[in-house]
Each structure stands twice: as structure tokens, then as C-alpha cells.
């Protein structure tokens, strides 16, 4: 099957700073996402990027397809921002589920 | 809201005892993905549907375990017998189709004594 692997696994910054989250997979994709856990377990959907760039507010994603690779970038981190980001991605051809890494778990201090 | 309900939201259950999830996934949905989760870990693919066909099951899916999808409708995940080991949250997904975005429902945490 398709690997995911994410990078860091763990982060922990202070309010205000930026981070970049890293996904690199190991085959050509058809989707792509990326989630972040909340404590209650709900998966909270930030983007789905199969390819290009796109922004939300402080958040934003860019999947390079062609290199296998997708970046989340966190802008002026918020406490609330704390949990688990999961990056997904459906393989080329598959027509099958979402192969998940093993995410990278954030803390923002105050 | 993402739409896809589950119930019931958290279960303890004794080792031995079945139970029984359900999900409603987006209505004009036709796909629906179950996943497991334990702690630490990434979500991993259980099984999927088509309408009401069963078109993939993950090795992960024991004989112990059983899904269904009357009708195309709301599924059901049973795990029967159940084990400690089968502690964990049961996810279930509600894609439009392969290759768009998929949505999930708030889970099942599920805890086996």
C-alpha cells in the first residue's frame, strides 16, 4: 500500500510562532487532506489539496504532486490550534479509502 | 457539522459482549468508509461501500467483525465477542466518490473490560 509519513512528530511552540507541517507519500495520488483532531476525537477537515495551493486565514496547504509531498503551514499560532494533524491521501487508481500517517501532535503554549 | 452522524457515541462493554455501531453518512453520498483508531495512531481503514455493497475489507476486519449497509442507507459496524484489544474509536467516512473530499462523524470510542 501507499506509505504517509509525517513530519515532526511532535511540536510544541509558543504563542505567536509559525510552524510548517510536512506529508510526504509514496505513490501518485488522486486526494489528499489534511485533518486536525480535536480532543473529543472529531476529525476536523482543513483542506483537501490533491494538488496546488490554498489558504485559510492563518492556515494554509501546498501539495507538490509531481515530488509526492504536501506542507500545512500554521501562522501565529493560537492555543486553540493544540491537537493532532493528520495528513491523508487516496492513492492514484485505487477508487479506495484514505491511507492516513501517523500525524504530528502540536502543543502552542501560552 | 460534517453531516455523517454515529452513534452511539462512547461504549463500554464487557469482554465477550457484541456490539453494534451505526452510522449515517451524507445523504447523497454513495460511498461510506469504516476506520479504526487507536491511541497514538493514525486512522486505518476497516471496510467500504458502494450503495449497498461491501467492496473492501482491510485485514484488519476479523471474523469477529461484520458491516452492513441496508438499502445503500445507514451502515452498521458489529463486533461480536469482544476482545480488549478491540478497544479503540471507530470512525466512519462519507466521500462523494473516489478521489473527492471525505467528511467523518464524530466517532465511537469504544472500551472493552
Known amino acids: 500500500g501507499i506509505q504517509v509519513e509525517q513530519s515532526p512528530p511532535d511540536l510544541i511552540l509558543q504563542e505567536g510562532a509559525n510552524s510548517t507541517l510536512r506529508c510526504n507519500f509514496s505513490?501518485?495520488?488522486?486526494?489528499l487532506q489534511w485533518f486536525h483532531q480535536n480532543p473529543w476525537g472529531q476529525l476536523i477537515n482543513l483542506f483537501y489539496?490533491?494538488?496546488g495551493t490554498k489558504q485559510n486565514g492563518r492556515l494554509s496547504a501546498t501539495t507538490v504532486a509531481t515530488e509526492r509531498y504536501s506542507l500545512l503551514y500554521i501562522s501565529s499560532s493560537q492555543t486553540t490550534d493544540s491537537g493532532v494533524y493528520f495528513c491523508?491521501?487516496?492513492?492514484?487508481?485505487?477508487?479506495?479509502?484514505?491511507?492516513f500517517g501517523k500525524g504530528t501532535s502540536l502543543l502552542v503554549t501560552p | 457539522d460534517t453531516g455523517v452522524s454515529q452513534n452511539p457515541r462512547h461504549k463500554i462493554t464487557k469482554r465477550g459482549q457484541n456490539v453494534t455501531f451505526r452510522c449515517d453518512p451524507i445523504s447523497e453520498h454513495n460511498r461510506l468508509y469504516w476506520y479504526r483508531q487507536t491511541l497514538g495512531q493514525g486512522p486505518e481503514f476497516l471496510t467500504y461501500f458502494q450503495n449497498e455493497a461491501q467492496l473492501e475489507k482491510s485485514r484488519l476486519l476479523s471474523d469477529r467483525f461484520s458491516a452492513e449497509r441496508p438499502k445503500g442507507s445507514f451502515s452498521t459496524l458489529e463486533i461480536q465477542r469482544t476482545e480488549q484489544g478491540d478497544s479503540a474509536m471507530y470512525l466512519c467516512a462519507s466521500p462523494e466518490g473516489s478521489g473527492t473530499e471525505a467528511f467523518f462523524g464524530q466517532g465511537t470510542r469504544l472500551t472493552v473490560v
Open positions: 491523508a491521501v487516496e492513492r492514484r487508481g485505487s477508487g479506495y479509502a484514505l491511507n
Open positions: 489539496i490533491p494538488s
Open positions: 505513490d501518485s495520488v488522486n486526494n
